[in-house]
């Protein structure tokens, strides 16, 4: 991975964890999802039209195809982990194993499908991000001893759709040509379609109190988590998947590190163990 691309995916994981950061502080909610993803396409259509006209962007109906299959793959991520969430599952134990899973999957399917050849010591690297995502989220292992089965089936199966989502996206942006800017924004329109009609049968008015009650969370998310993907798509179109897919586990690092400091988590040691063993994985990947 070159150092472009490791910069790209690691500042990425900064963001993704500071706007996860917010919508947790927020209260989060499917109505203030909707808005943000509402507020986003707003905010950011100014720049997408900018930026088609200055790379000269030709529109193909392919094009569309790819933004609608995709729009609709993470809408259902999107609802696979609320109903992960909702099924009784701890965060401890949800967030690591879609976390994880999600790239180890992406480098199977990577080297079976997409015939990439990570190195050793890349594989190495990815595995160890993902060991050491787990440990910092705690022990998922022990579900057996809650009533949080269904919760965990919920999560390998997000597992399996942020797996999806990336391999599909990795194939519109590298081998389509779409500006990864022009793509998530088009992703996030098809988006809205489902999720804003989802926020307003389950909560009406909820979205307006959303905007009123916590407009800076809104904004946050808004700006933060298409940035953050738009990042990633951009180190995808140079670089492989199965290096990228694992590098932004490291997401998890800082969200700890924010928890850590910001909302007083304790457990230092583990968090340690686990910032060093990510520190490891991030490098194999560098290396490989």
Not at 95 to 100: C, D, E, G, K, V
Not at 115 to 132: F, K, N, R
Not at 147 to 158: D, I, S
Not at 239 to 254: D, G, M, N, Y
Request: glycine share 10%; charged share 10%.
């Amino acid at each position: 991975m070159t150092a472009v691309a490791l910069g790209l995916v690691l500042f990425s994981a900064f963001i993704h964890a500071s706007w996860n950061f917010v919508l947790k502080k927020s209260g989060g909610g499917t109505d203030l999802i909707a808005c943000a993803n509402l507020a986003s396409l707003l905010i950011y259509a100014p720049i997408v039209l900018g930026v088609a006209w200055y790379v000269g962007y030709r529109f193909q109906p392919m094009h569309l195809a790819l933004m609608f299959g995709s729009g609709m793959i993470h809408t259902f991520y999107f609802l696979l982990l609320d109903r992960a969430y909702r099924s009784g599952g701890d965060l401890s134990i949800v967030y690591p194993l879609a976390r994880s899973t999600g790239p180890l999957i992406t480098i199977v399917v990577a080297v079976l499908i997409l015939g990439e050849h990570p190195g050793p010591t890349a594989i190495v690297g990815a595995v160890l991000i993902g060991a050491s995502a787990l440990l910092l989220t705690g022990n998922p292992f022990t579900w057996h001893k809650s009533e949080a089965r269904h919760a965990v089936g919920f999560a390998l199966l997000t597992g399996c759709v942020i797996a999806g989502y990336t391999i599909f996206d990795k194939a519109s942006v590298a081998s389509w040509l779409i500006p990864p800017l022009l793509y998530d924004w088009g992703c996030n329109f098809f988006r809205v379609f489902v999720l804003v009609p989802l926020a307003r049968r389950r909560a009406p008015g909820g979205m307006a109190a959303a905007w009123r009650e916590r407009r800076g969370a809104v904004i946050a998310i808004a700006l933060g988590s298409p940035l953050s993907y738009i990042l990633v798509l951009t180190a995808m179109v140079f670089t492989p998947v199965s290096l990228v897919a694992p590098a932004r586990e490291v997401s998890i690092l800082f969200a700890a590190l924010m928890g850590a400091h910001f909302l007083r988590e304790g457990d230092l040691t583990r968090r340690a163990i686990a910032a060093v063993g990510m520190v490891l994985g991030v490098s194999g990947l560098a290396l490989g």
